[in-house]
T-cell receptor, first 111, second 117 residues
Framework: SQQGEEDPQALSIQEGENATMNCSYK?????LQWYRQNSGRGLVHLIL?????REKHSGRLRVTLDTSKKSSSLLITASRAADTASYFC???????????FGKGTRLSVIA | GAVVSQHPSWVICKSGTSVKIECRSL??????MFWYRQFPKQSLMLMAT?????????EQGVEKDKFLINHASLTLSTLTVTSAHPEDSSFYIC?????????????FGAGSRLTVL
């Protein structure tokens, strides 16, 4: 399956700073999602953006989608130590094919 | 909200034994469930797609006789690691896709950490 690419692979910031993670993909998509994974745990869905949307907000999260560049970004504003986790973008290639995950960005927020 | 229960959360077993991991959707029906494997600091690797009432679809390179998947009901899928060996030690995660239209979001179990001695 076509995996997404994320950068950076790891990001370390101070509490209160903003964190930006990027995701690129190669296929056509109907929507793109972002998930969060705390160490040793399952994934939690954060936000979904449809292909006809350019930007979406949810609390301190802001997601953008540029289908012409096949890329998306996740911005976490005013980060907190509790935001420390791995973040994955994910998308369905088509139909009933499995959800494809990016390689993930490991975010560390230092108090 | 949708909840998926995965059990056990961790298991240690001897080489050669079999281990069963359960993935149960608690408040919704899931025609399709997915099983992933994750190595430390890496992304999720899809192992197989589990379809209720039919055979699972395995990804390339995943041994179906080694990783037995059963999806006998709309709320339960099981993964059995047969004749486990140390190289099977990993973090296994299941996810469920709610039955019905517009089911774009997956709900994940908390994962099962398998250690084979």
């Amino acid at each position: 399956s076509q995996q997404g690419e994320e950068d950076p692979q790891a990001l370390s910031i101070q509490e209160g700073e903003n964190a930006t993670m990027n995701c690129s993909y190669k296929t056509s998509i109907n929507n793109l999602q972002w998930y969060r994974q705390n160490s040793g745990r399952g994934l939690v869905h954060l936000i979904l953006i449809r292909s006809n949307e350019r930007e979406k907000h949810s609390g301190r999260l802001r997601v953008t989608l540029d289908t012409s560049k096949k890329s998306s970004s996740l911005l976490i504003t005013a980060s907190r130590a509790a935001d420390t986790a791995s973040y994955f973008c994910a998308f369905w290639n088509s139909g009933n094919t499995p959800l494809v995950f990016g390689k993930g960005t490991r975010l560390s927020v230092i108090a | 909200g949708a909840v998926v229960s995965q059990h056990p959360s961790w298991v240690i077993c001897k080489s050669g034994t079999s281990v069963k991991i359960e993935c149960r959707s608690l408040d919704f029906q899931a025609t399709t469930m997915f099983w992933y494997r994750q190595f430390p600091k890496q992304s999720l690797m899809l192992m197989a797609t589990s379809n209720e009432g039919s055979k699972a679809t395995y990804e390339q390179g995943v041994e179906k006789d080694k990783f037995l998947i059963n999806h006998a009901s709309l709320t339960l899928s099981t993964l059995t690691v047969t004749s486990a060996h140390p190289e099977d030690s990993s973090f296994y995660i299941c996810s469920a896709r709610p039955t019905g239209t517009g089911a774009n979001v997956l709900t994940f179990g908390a994962g099962s950490r398998l250690t084979v001695l």
